[in-house]
């Protein structure tokens, strides 16, 4: 067995753009108030990185158990090489679980207050254990509010604040400091939650019959799709919103990223109607590419117009 092209084919490394992506945005509302610090956001990337890569793995192995039943004894050399598939799988993402946890614990030495790290990374392994492990999660509209919390409020809010939490002005919940990341956070966890719709559908699309059909079964294919739309029309309502009172000094240039977000989103939105198997498959990945590609951009353009950068750059 190739493990490279195996792990190539379970561990879905393109659903790392959304980590990516979360991490970026995190520091695109850090970089506002001039407070972006370069290494807490690397290690808050290869953390969100190392923790995805691992939920794949472990959700791929429940997968492969639960719908692949080992052979029989007769069939020895397919049953050896299906326990080797689930032992690797198994195996990695203990690995990448096991990375991310201590990445964690040095997020929690950069932290002025290790309190606030210590519920969040709870939080986060929380959710994570549900989305992953709990079957029923994916037959009710809670893997949408998981989506949209972890990919979202948690994770964007997450880094922006162990970045500018030693220049808070008052506390770390100062509005001033904490605005683009509560704004930022909650527009980024509606882009996540289109490409959790689109998903859905497309795994509907591929076995109509199976009961993991998730948001499909509850508000219908149709309902999907305008839920797809109106993920995008909120997310650029929280962008505009965020843009105008954060006092940007060229609001127009602060919200392209959202307007092209939005622009993408609805072009997905519209294309699902007629889209087969393979054109779904598409849009999936276009909507991976949208969250990323719009996080950078809010990065890039933010980091412009924002406040010079005054970091005291205590990291430890």
């Excluded at 195996?91 to 990445?103: T, W």
């Excluded at 490409?195 to 199976?210: E, G, K, Q, R």
């Excluded at 996080?295 to 750059?313: E, H, K, N, Q, Y």
Aim: aromatic share 12%.
């Amino acid at each position: 067995m190739d493990i490279l092209q195996f792990m190539k084919r379970r561990a879905d490394f393109q659903s790392l753009l959304l980590s990516a992506g979360t991490v970026v945005a995190g520091t695109a509302a850090a970089v506002v108030r001039g407070n972006m610090e370069v290494l807490a956001a690397s290690v808050c990337l290869l953390f969100a990185l190392s923790m995805q890569l691992g939920c794949n793995c472990y959700h791929s192995y429940l997968l492969m158990r639960r719908s692949e039943p080992l052979p029989g004894r007769l069939d020895r050399v397919r049953n050896e090489e299906q326990v080797l598939s689930l032992r690797v799988l198994r195996e990695g993402s203990f690995a990448c679980l096991i990375i991310s946890l201590m990445l964690g614990l040095t997020i929690m030495t950069m932290s002025a207050d290790f309190w606030w790290t210590i519920v969040v990374g709870v939080s986060i392994y929380g959710l994570v254990y549900l989305m992953t492990t709990g079957p029923r999660v994916y037959r009710n509209p809670l893997s949408l509010v998981i989506t949209f919390l972890i990919f979202g409020p948690v994770g964007v809010m997450a880094t922006g604040f162990l970045q500018f939490q030693h220049e808070a002005a008052r506390s770390l919940w100062n509005f001033y400091d904490s605005s683009p990341c509560l704004f930022l956070g909650v527009a980024m966890g509606f882009l996540a939650c289109s490409h959790h719709l689109v998903l859905a559908y497309f795994n509907y699309d591929i076995n109509p019959t199976s009961s993991y059909r998730g948001c499909v079964r509850f508000f219908g294919r149709r309902g999907v799709i305008l839920l797809t739309g109106l993920c995008g029309v909120s997310m650029l309502a929280t962008v505009v919103w965020s843009v105008f009172s954060l006092s940007f000094p060229s609001p127009l240039i602060a919200v392209i990223p959202g307007f092209l977000g939005f622009a993408l989103n609805t072009l997905v939105a519209f294309s699902m109607k007629r889209a087969g198997v393979g054109e779904l498959h598409h849009l999936i990945t276009l909507t991976r590419v949208n969250y990323f590609l719009t996080a950078v951009l809010f990065f890039v353009i933010w980091w412009v117009l924002g406040t010079p950068d005054d970091s005291m750059r205590l990291l430890f």
